[in-house]
C-alpha cells in the first residue's frame, strides 16, 4: 500500500525532473531548429536502450539568488546504452536548462560518466549544446572543465571518444572536444570558438558573425577543428553509427569484422590514373576500387583536400588509409596535410587498425607563407606518427615519390611492411624537371640552343629514374605490380601481417613535433 | 565525383606544371611583405593610451613612444634605433588592430 505511493512520487519526481527547462524553453529550442537532449541520445543509441543517472542532481550554486532556482539535471543528461548491441556512454547538455551553463555539479555529472567509460572501456560520446561556464559559480565552474580535459586526456587512445557539437561550444568548452578522437559538426547549429564575435568587435572593431567566425563550414574547411560536416541533425546522427562500425570499442580489442565484399568498381582500375604524372584525378576512385563494396568513409573531407583519410574494409576488416589527391594542390604536403595525416595514423595505430598509404605528390608546397608557419616542424609530424606506428604499414605507390615526401609517405625505411609499386610510379628525389636543371646545368648553359638541351635532358633523366625500377633494385619496393593486382596484393600483405609483433624500447612517451 | 576539369589550374612545383584544383584556404593565404625597419607597428591588437612624441623629434633608441593597452596590459612601445620622428598615424583612444602603422621613422 505505501509502495504504490512512493512509486507514484519517483514517477512525478522523475516526469518533473526530465522536462528540462520546460516547455517554452524547449519549444524555443525547437525552434532554432534543434532537438532536445533527451531526443538526441535516443537517435544515437539502440532503440529504448539508454538508462540515466543522477537526474535528480540539483546545482550548488549560493550566489547571487541562485539557491531559489531550481535547474533540473543540472543542465546535462547523462547515461549508459547500446549502439549495434554493444555498450556505450553518452552525455547531453541541455541547453533548455540554464542555457546548458556548466556549472560544478554538470561537470561532475559529466566526469561520472566518463569515469564509467574509462573504466568499462567504452566509447564515450559526447553532445555539446552550452552558452558555457555557469558564471554564478565562479571557480568551481572552471574546476569542473579542468576536470573534464583531465579526463579526456586520460582516456586518449584507450577508448573512442567522440564529440558531437549541436548548439554554441564556446571559450574554455571548446578544448574537450579538441582533445577527443573524432568532432562532428551541423550546419547552422554548430558554434565554437575561443573569443565569440561581440568581444572581438569590442577589443578589435571589426565584426563578424558568429557563423563566419566559427560556423560548421568553417572548423570542417578552414581550421581543421571538426571531423565530419552534415547539414542536419539527422544526418550528423547516421554518421556517427556510420564512424561507430569502423572501430574497436577499445584498445584491446580490433574492430568488428564485416562480411567480406568485392569491390563495386567495375571500370578497370588503370583507366582512373592519367599516364602523364601531370594531370590529375580523384585518389578516392582507386581507395573504392580496392575497398570491399567500394565503401569509403572520409574523414575531414574539406580540411587539406590535398591529402584524403578515412576508413574503409579489406576482407571485412577496418583499414585506414592515407593518400595523396593529386586533385587538390597537385597533393602536395603541407602543414595542414601532415597535421591532418600524422593525427590519424597515430588514431589507427592507438587502435589497431592497419595503414594502407596510397602515394601520388610531387613534393612539399613551396612557399614563404609555408616555411613561416613551421612546414618543418608539422612535417616532421608525419614521419613520427608512421615511424612511431607498429600496426601493418602497406604503401603502394601510384605515380610520383619525389624527394622528402617519397620518405614522409610511409616509405620502407620509416618502417612500412610492405611497399608495392605501379610501372607508372617514379621516385626520384625530385620531378625531372627540376632535377635537369640542376643535374645538367653545365650542359644546358653552355647549349646552342638551352631550351632544346633541356628538353634532351629531362627526357634522359626521365628514362632513366622516372621509374620504379631503381628503387625495386635496392629492395626499397618489395614489387612493381599490375594496377589490377592492387587490391589481391593488399589483401594478402594485410593477412601475413595479421600477427605482427613490433616491439619498441619501453619509454613514458616520445616526443613528437606537437 | 562532379567534373571539375574546367575549374583546373596550373600548379608549379620543382619546375614542373601539375593541373589541379586549389583550395579556400590556399587561395586565401596572403603574399609575404616584408617588414620596413622604419614603420613602428602594432603587433597585437589594442588601444593607444598615449602618445609622447612629436613629428620632427630627434629619438634615441630605447626612449618610449607610445603606451598601447593589449589584453589589459599597458605596452610601452620604444624607438628601435636612433632617429627622427617622420609621422605619427594613429591617434590617442585609438582602437588598432595587429599590424597596424603606428610612427613611422627616418
Not at chain 1, 565503401?295 to 588509409?321: C, H, L, S, W
Request: aromatic share 8%; glycine share 8%.
Amino acid at each position: 500500500m505505501s509502495f504504490k505511493r512512493n512509486i507514484l512520487d519517483l514517477r512525478k519526481r522523475k516526469k518533473e525532473a526530465q522536462q528540462g527547462g520546460g516547455e517554452k524553453a524547449i519549444e524555443k529550442q525547437v525552434a532554432m531548429g534543434k532537438k532536445t537532449a533527451r531526443e538526441r541520445i535516443k537517435a544515437i543509441l539502440d532503440e529504448n536502450s539508454f538508462h540515466e543517472y543522477d537526474l535528480f542532481v540539483e546545482h550548488t550554486g549560493r550566489d547571487f539568488d541562485m539557491e531559489k532556482k531550481v535547474l533540473h539535471g543540472d543542465g546535462v543528461i547523462i547515461g549508459t546504452g547500446t549502439m549495434y548491441n554493444q555498450p556505450v556512454a553518452i552525455y547531453a547538455q541541455d541547453f533548455t536548462v540554464a542555457g546548458g551553463s556548466l556549472g560544478l555539479m554538470h561537470a561532475r555529472k559529466i566526469t561520472k560518466i566518463m569515469d564509467h567509460a574509462l573504466k568499462m572501456r567504452v566509447p564515450l560520446i559526447g553532445i555539446n549544446d552550452s552558452g558555457g561556464a555557469r558564471i554564478q559559480e565562479g571557480v568551481n565552474s572552471l574546476a569542473g572543465y579542468g576536470e573534464i580535459f583531465y579526463r579526456n586526456t586520460i582516456a586518449s587512445g584507450v577508448i573512442p571518444q567522440i564529440s558531437v557539437i549541436l548548439g554554441p561550444c564556446a571559450g574554455g568548452a571548446v578544448y574537450s572536444p579538441a582533445l577527443t578522437d573524432f568532432v562532428f559538426v551541423v550546419e547552422n547549429i554548430s558554434k565554437m570558438f575561443i573569443t565569440g564575435p561581440s568581444v572581438i568587435k569590442s577589443v578589435l572593431g571589426e565584426e563578424i558573425s558568429m557563423e563566419e567566425l566559427g560556423g560548421a563550414m568553417v572548423h570542417s574547411e578552414i581550421t581543421g577543428n571538426a571531423h565530419f560536416f552534415a547539414k542536419s541533425e539527422d544526418e550528423c546522427f547516421a554518421q556517427i553509427k556510420k564512424l561507430i562500425t569502423f572501430i574497436p570499442w577499445n584498445n584491446a580489442q580490433k574492430a568488428l569484422k564485416f562480411p567480406i565484399q568485392q569491390p563495386l568498381i567495375k571500370k578497370n582500375i588503370e583507366e582512373i590514373v592519367p599516364v602523364d604524372p601531370h594531370n590529375p584525378y580523384d585518389i578516392r576512385d582507386i581507395i573504392k576500387a580496392v575497398t570491399d563494396g567500394s565503401d569509403f568513409f572520409e574523414i575531414m573531407e574539406y580540411f587539406a583536400k590535398n591529402i584524403v583519410i578515412g576508413f574503409g574494409r579489406i576482407q571485412g576488416n577496418t583499414i585506414g588509409f592515407v593518400a595523396n589527391q593529386p586533385m587538390y594542390l597537385a597533393g602536395v604536403l603541407d602543414c595542414d596535410s601532415s597535421d591532418k595525416a600524422a593525427r590519424f595514423i597515430r588514431y589507427c595505430n592507438a587502435f589497431n587498425i592497419p595503414i594502407v598509404t596510397l602515394e601520388d605528390m610531387p613534393g612539399y608546397l613551396p612557399g614563404v607563407d609555408q616555411e613561416h608557419a613551421g612546414v618543418i616542424r608539422h612535417g616532421a609530424k608525419l614521419l613520427y606518427a608512421y615511424s612511431e606506428a607498429t600496426v601493418p604499414k602497406v604503401t603502394v605507390i601510384i605515380r610520383k615519390a619525389y624527394g622528402g615526401g617519397y620518405i614522409a609517405m610511409n616509405s620502407r625505411h620509416l618502417g612500412a611492411d610492405f611497399v608495392f609499386a605501379w610501372p607508372t610510379a617514379e621516385i626520384a628525389v625530385m620531378g625531372p624537371e627540376g632535377a635537369a636543371n640542376i643535374v645538367f646545368k653545365k650542359e644546358i648553359d653552355e647549349a646552342e640552343n638551352p631550351a632544346e638541351m633541356r628538353k634532351q635532358k629531362i627526357q634522359e633523366y626521365k628514362d632513366k629514374f622516372a621509374n620504379p625500377f631503381v628503387a625495386a633494385s635496392k629492395g626499397y619496393i618489395d614489387e612493381v605490380i599490375e594496377p589490377s593486382e592492387t587490391r589481391a596484393r593488399l589483401i594478402h600483405s594485410l593477412e601475413v601481417s595479421g600477427s605482427k609483433v613490433d616491439q619498441r624500447p619501453a619509454k613514458k612517451h616520445g616526443i613528437p613535433p606537437f | 565525383m562532379e567534373d571539375n576539369s574546367s575549374n583546373y589550374q596550373v600548379f608549379v612545383v620543382n619546375n614542373a606544371k601539375y593541373l589541379t584544383l586549389t583550395t579556400t584556404k590556399y587561395d586565401r593565404r596572403k603574399k609575404y611583405q616584408p617588414s620596413d625597419p622604419k614603420e613602428v607597428c602594432s603587433i597585437i591588437p589594442g588601444s593607444v593610451i598615449d602618445i609622447y612624441v612629436t613629428p620632427g623629434q630627434q629619438m634615441k633608441a630605447g626612449e618610449v613612444l607610445l603606451t598601447l593597452d593589449a589584453m589589459k596590459m599597458y605596452t610601452k612601445i620604444e624607438m628601435p634605433f636612433d632617429g627622427v620622428i617622420k609621422s605619427i598615424e594613429i591617434q590617442k583612444g585609438d582602437r588598432i588592430p595587429k599590424n597596424t602603422v603606428m610612427i613611422t621613422l627616418e
